[in-house]
């Protein structure tokens, strides 16, 4: 529970999941995320969170997209609920490990997917009930992309020099899951994991 909120979460190996997109409007110690336009989002560089389109309708199905300055929050106890953490790049590494083992090498990408909600067919089979759902992401332009086409989720661990966050993306089109650094000023969907 955190924000007056209770989410499903999933155990998948070894670690205890998130089964949706964080929401929270708040960090840990009841400090506010300020909410931004998409805008007014690429010149922060600070946390912030904004909504899908600038619509609070995704909210409920799709959660928040924060920037890579969410996700590393230390001062208010960060941004997931006491117990839970934004994965760093071991704990994705340690879920990528379990489904290789699983026999998912060439198809981690369809088996978190979600059911529905996917563009062109391309839905996945949520084998292990992960549910990812297609956030979209708010790029440094300001505008929205992506909406129903990827799920892009966030890693606490960040490039050497720190001008990347590096993420997990999932497609409509592909039955994988990729690695990628983006900018911290972009905005993207956030799991849990339990510590």
């Not at 924000?3 to 409007?25: H, K, M, P």
């Not at 799920?151 to 997990?168: C, D, I, K, P, V």
Request: hydrophobic residues 30%; contains cysteine.
């Amino acid at each position: 529970s955190m924000d007056g909120y209770d989410y499903a979460v999933v155990a998948i190996g070894s670690q205890c999941w998130f089964a949706e997109n964080l929401r929270t409007t708040v960090f840990q110690d009841s400090t506010e995320i300020p909410l931004e336009t998409g805008s007014a989002f690429p010149d922060l560089t600070s946390a912030a969170r904004t909504q899908y389109n600038n619509s609070s309708s995704y909210v409920n199905t799709r959660g928040y997209l924060y920037n890579g300055y969410a996700t590393v929050d230390e001062e208010h106890g960060g941004i997931c609920p006491s117990g839970w953490h934004v994965p760093s790049e071991v704990d994705w590494m340690a879920l990528e490990v379990f489904l290789v083992g699983e026999g998912h090498a060439a198809t981690m990408g369809e088996v978190l997917k979600s059911t529905s909600g996917w563009n062109a067919n391309g839905n996945g089979t949520d084998l292990y009930g992960f549910n990812a759902k297609p956030g979209g992401i708010c790029w440094p332009d300001g505008n929205f992309y992506n909406i129903n086409n990827v799920a892009n989720l966030s890693s606490s661990t960040w490039n050497n020099n720190f001008s990347a966050m590096y993420l997990r993306t999932l497609d409509y089109d592909g039955d994988q899951m990729g690695r990628q650094g983006y900018w911290p000023v972009s905005g993207h969907s956030i799991r849990c994991v339990k510590e």
